[in-house]
């Protein structure tokens, strides 16, 4: 289903998306760690990717993408997911659990919301830097 309305709040940080019968505020980081690309999804469940350090992430920008969907323009530069109607309302949907599984597998990786890292999704501890 469609949204009726999308709005940016005036610090960028949250996004609210509202339908005729209810309406979600989906947080920045939220939408950046849980963005449909390739990037972060990968190709199928073994190529996820576990993202880092988007505490203080906002979005520059939104870009209608047909009447299917959104592009959300972050401002660390990831702009390739496109945000259909039907993932936003599931990340609406399933947002605390969603979350709740973000902040475990952070922790799980030795990753924080503060430092910029990725690293694939199930791995126990964060990768030796050379």
């Not at 609210?16 to 505020?25: F, M």
């Not at 999804?41 to 959104?70: F, Q």
Request: glycine fraction near 8%.
């Amino acid at each position: 289903m469609q949204p009726t309305e999308i709005r940016l709040s005036p610090d960028k940080r949250t996004l609210t998306v509202h339908w005729s019968e209810s309406q979600a505020e989906l947080p920045a980081e939220y939408l950046r760690v849980e963005s449909p690309s390739a990037e972060v999804k990968g190709h199928g469940p073994s190529d996820a990717r576990l993202v880092g350090g988007k505490r203080n992430i906002t979005i520059k920008g939104l870009e209608p993408v047909g009447a299917y969907a959104v592009k959300i323009i972050f401002s660390d530069g990831h702009e390739t997911g496109l945000y259909t109607w039907e993932y936003l309302r599931e990340l609406a949907n399933e947002q605390q659990n969603r979350w709740n599984t973000y902040l475990a597998d952070l922790e799980r990786a030795g990753l924080n919301r503060e430092t910029a890292a990725t690293v694939a999704r199930g791995v126990a501890s964060r990768p030796k830097l050379a």
